[in-house]
């Protein structure tokens, strides 16, 4: 079934009108007639199943039949991401969202190459609010990832409520591999799991400690080095196999 994205204020009635991009997305990408069967969803885990009535150019209106609440998953994933060069960090959102983060908070660090001005940071994260919900159409995602804004590192460590499981994979300094490190890890309790992804570079050693002293624990991926975007992708991986009930 087509999915289409309708934020949490849109959703007043048994009557809803889509926005200009997703009336477009559903009536000149698929070609849905009137009569066919979508499903709504809010990001915020309430999805529906409606029905196409109104198919014109100046609105598109569905009528909901039914309402579901998908609960979040047991455990919250965030992902504390230092920006990436070129278009890095779209690929990122589009994986994590698919992968079932909970929150992404974009940071900068002594090693980021990208630096921005107030103005091309909103437009980026207007661009990754976007991406985000492509992605949970297609993946069948009933919610939406919080994009936090773009801080420093010592911003987003104050920022963060502080997890039951941060870590912070680095190649600064000598690291138990990743598998013995979450070896040690009680499951019992956990609830909010953090995971710390440097630039192209990695993290200084001076950043390490400062995560290491907000209670982050360093780990190892392997002899290989990988770039930052295949580095988040595999932890978000790794942790909601481990952690994440099916």
């Known amino acids: ?9 849109a959703w007043a009635d048994d009557n809803v009108d889509l926005s200009p991009s997703e009336a477009h997305h559903l009536l000149h990408v698929f070609r ?3 009569g066919e069967m979508v499903t709504l969803f809010d990001g915020c885990g309430r999805e529906a199943t409606a029905e196409l009535i109104v198919a ?22 965030t992902l504390m991401q230092a920006l990436p060069k070129s278009h890095g960090m779209d690929q990122i959102i589009q994986g994590a969202v698919e992968l079932g983060v909970t929150s992404i ?20 994260r207007r661009r990754w609010d976007a991406i985000a919900i492509s992605a949970a159409k ?8 919080e994009i936090g804004q773009i801080r420093d590192l010592a911003g987003a460590l104050a920022s963060c409520d502080r ?7 680095t190649l600064e300094i000598a690291t138990s591999p990743i598998r013995e490190v979450l070896d040690r890890v009680d499951k019992n309790g956990l609830k ?20 290491r002293e907000a209670g982050a624990v360093p780990a190892g991926l392997g002899s290989l080095v990988l770039r930052t975007e295949t580095a988040a992708l595999y ?11 099916s």
Request: include cysteine; proline fraction near 9%; charged fraction near 25%.
């Open 1 to 9: 079934m087509i999915r289409c994205y309708l934020e949490k204020a």
């Open 32 to 34: 849905a007639p009137a």
């Open 56 to 77: 014109s150019k100046r609105k598109t209106t569905l009528r909901i039949v039914d309402i579901l609440h998908v609960p979040q998953p047991n455990t919250s994933l």
């Open 105 to 124: 908070l974009p940071i900068i660090t002594e090693r980021t190459i990208v630096r921005l001005k107030p103005e091309q940071a909103e437009t980026r």
């Open 138 to 145: 297609q993946c069948g995602s009933a919610w939406l990832p």
């Open 163 to 169: 997890p039951d499981l941060f870590l912070v994979p």
């Open 192 to 211: 909010h799991i953090c995971c710390l992804i440097g630039p192209e570079g990695d993290l200084t050693v001076e950043e390490v400690k400062l995560a």
């Open 235 to 245: 932890m978000l991986s790794v942790l909601g196999h481990r952690f994440r009930k």
